[in-house]
Structure formats: structure tokens, C-alpha cells
């Protein structure tokens, strides 16, 4: 008997939004549009060479190594290169473009009362004291 693939079933699929094991992103669609105008993906130049990556794959990356407190070399390859994210972070925070996207999404938060400023907390455990402690007066 010939079965053709017409005459197949119809394999249904439960997930089909992807793999299971992927992880999810750390910007959500929302948030990613509202700070989107900040992060322009500029045009490949008239002459030619390697086009940039996606700014949001870039940041995706940052806020991989800025959440895990990993090192830059250790970046998953599911995001763009070390290098590609790390120069992206340096011209994003020199141009101010860094500060104003966590700027805004802050405020997103503000405004629907999802922050409380009483508890605030820093970790700078990662960060050696460069040339030794300072003298206390």
C-alpha cells in the first residue's frame, strides 16, 4: 500500500514556540519597544563590510553578564561575541544611552508601584580594592 503525504496525519505539536531549554530573554517585547529608540542599529555603510549585530542581542548579552556575574569570556554562544557586547556597553554608557534606558524602565516600574526604595541593596564583592584599601581619617 502507497501512503502519500497527504493521506499522513497531521503531527501535532504542543510547543511551538520553541525549545524547551531555551532560555528566555531578559527583555520583554514591552520593554524592549520602549527603550528601542535608544539602541538604533545603524545601516551597513555604502562601503560594504561585516553588518553590525542586532542592538538587542547585544543587550541581551550584557544583562546575561551584568545578572550572572560572569566574565565577559564566559558569554553563552547564543549571544553575539564578548568583545561585540563589551565595545557595545562602553559606547551605549559613554553616549548616556545605557543610563536613560535604565532610566525609563525604572520608571515603568515606579508607576505601577513595583519598586520600594526602603530596601536597597549593593554587592561590589566582586570588585577588589585597586591599590589597597583606603585610609580611614
Given at each position: 500500500m502507497l501512503i502519500t503525504l497527504s493521506q499522513m496525519p497531521a503531527r501535532r505539536r504542543s510547543n511551538c514556540t520553541g525549545?524547551?531549554?531555551?532560555?528566555?530573554p531578559?527583555?520583554?517585547?514591552?520593554?524592549w519597544f520602549l527603550i528601542a529608540d535608544l539602541f538604533p542599529d545603524r545601516p551597513v555603510s555604502s562601503k560594504g563590510g561585516r553588518p553590525r549585530v542586532a542592538s538587542r542581542k547585544c543587550l541581551e548579552g550584557i544583562l546575561w553578564v551584568l545578572t550572572?556575574?560572569?566574565?565577559?569570556?564566559d558569554l553563552p554562544e547564543r549571544y553575539p561575541s564578548p568583545a561585540t557586547c563589551w565595545r557595545r556597553l562602553q559606547e551605549w554608557t559613554?553616549?548616556?544611552?545605557?543610563q536613560e534606558a535604565w532610566t525609563r524602565l525604572l520608571e515603568v516600574l515606579e508607576h505601577f508601584r513595583e519598586l520600594d526604595w526602603e530596601e536597597l541593596a549593593g554587592d561590589g564583592?566582586?570588585?577588589?580594592?585597586?591599590?589597597?584599601?583606603?585610609?580611614?581619617?
Open positions: 525549545s524547551r531549554t531555551t532560555p528566555k531578559f527583555l520583554e517585547d514591552s520593554q550572572s556575574g560572569a566574565r565577559w569570556q559613554s553616549s548616556g544611552a545605557f564583592t566582586f570588585s577588589p580594592a585597586k591599590g589597597g584599601a583606603p585610609a580611614l581619617a
